[in-house]
């Protein structure tokens, strides 16, 4: 019999490809997302499919899954600071109820689970790079905490439920990700940047522009992400790629590869934001034999046609969702 894998926020950017990697590799896909922040469109070619299901379902609530389950991956949260910042209850719920759900489905089915962490629990870095042993710098009660709470507190119930209850869990630490079907305006910088460049807008750099990230393709972290699952190793591993470059000059890389003329202008840079990120994937690169093969050239000129592709429509609708009914929880 196929192996089955529950894969949670199913309609997102990250999790869209994950279900098209394990649909690829023979599994039987369950995917579940109550489409807050994910968009049905990204997993629309799978309906056809005998091995996909999908349920539109707020996993921060009792979640079900009738039959055999092998597999867990919890990719549900918000992950951009425009989503979180709107939805701060309903992004803090995902990562501790919505964990404890999935945790507790997984020792039901007897089923190894996947958390996805973040970066963002290493908070503004007082080291560099950023190793899996560092336990970072985060403000608690700042905006972004929200966020970055929820995610400090997944790791921590996820390795509970390893130690008491003898679970199988692997925990992965995403870095800065990039690819097809990241929303045009949700806030983070890749797809903020090409879009004002393909509107014709000045690109915005926030502060002096000289602070760093490093930007992983989405094929080389779904492939870190599969390899981690299948591995032995319970404690986080990061993923991402450690070529590191200051958002000042990743703006201009954006205005030659689109070929515009735009302003850089400058803007305050928001409360907390990180002023270095880049991973050391020492772990990943011995534990998981796992290294970025997609050089940031190749990555971005395919996201760039991606987001090219779009309708005059998408290109100017603002990020407006409705989160109210959300936000009463």
Same mark, same amino acid.
């Given at each position: 019999m196929k192996k089955r894998i529950v894969i949670t926020g199913a309609a997102g950017f990250l999790g869209s490809h994950l279900c098209d990697r394990f649909i690829a590799e023979g599994y039987r896909v369950v995917g579940i997302d109550n489409l807050i922040t994910g968009d049905i469109r990204n997993i629309e070619h799978l309906f056809p499919l005998e091995d996909f299901e999908f349920y539109n379902h707020d996993v921060t609530t009792f979640v079900h899954v009738s039959g055999n389950?092998?597999?867990?991956?919890?990719?549900?949260? $918000?992950?951009? $600071?425009?989503?979180?910042?709107k939805i701060p209850i309903q992004t803090l719920k995902v990562g501790s109820l919505g964990t404890h759900n999935l945790l507790g489905l997984a020792k039901e089915k007897d089923a190894r689970i996947l958390i996805a962490s973040t970066s963002e629990v290493y908070g503004d870095p007082l080291?560099? $790079?950023?190793? !899996? !042993?560092?336990y970072g710098n985060v403000n608690t009660i700042g905006p972004r905490g929200v966020y970055d709470e929820a995610k400090r507190f997944q790791e921590s119930i996820t390795m509970a439920y390893h130690r008491f209850h003898g679970l199988e869990t692997r925990i992965v630490r995403i870095f800065n990700t990039y690819g097809p079907r990241m929303r045009l305006n949700d806030g983070r910088v890749i797809p903020a940047f090409i879009g004002q460049a393909l509107r014709g807008e000045d690109l915005t750099v926030f502060g002096d522009g000289l602070q760093t990230r490093s930007f992983c393709y989405v094929d080389d972290q779904v492939e870190g992400i599969y390899r981690l699952l299948l591995s032995d190793y319970s404690l986080p591993v990061n993923i991402g790629n450690p070529n590191e470059i200051t958002i000042l000059d990743f703006a201009k890389e954006i205005i030659k590869l689109t070929g515009t003329d735009q302003k850089i202008i400058f803007k305050e840079l928001p409360k907390d934001d990180p002023l270095q990120r880049?991973?050391?994937?020492?772990?990943?690169k011995e534990i998981l034999g796992w290294e970025p093969k997609v050089s940031r050239a190749e990555g971005m000129k395919t996201t760039y046609q991606y987001f090219k592709g779009l309708t005059q429509e998408e290109l100017f609708k603002s990020e407006h969702k409705d989160f109210s009914k959300h936000n009463r929880l």
């Open positions: 389950v092998d597999y867990i991956l919890h990719f549900a949260s $918000p992950a951009s $600071p425009i989503d979180y910042l080291v560099h $790079p950023q190793t !899996e !042993e560092y880049q991973p050391d994937i020492s772990k990943a």
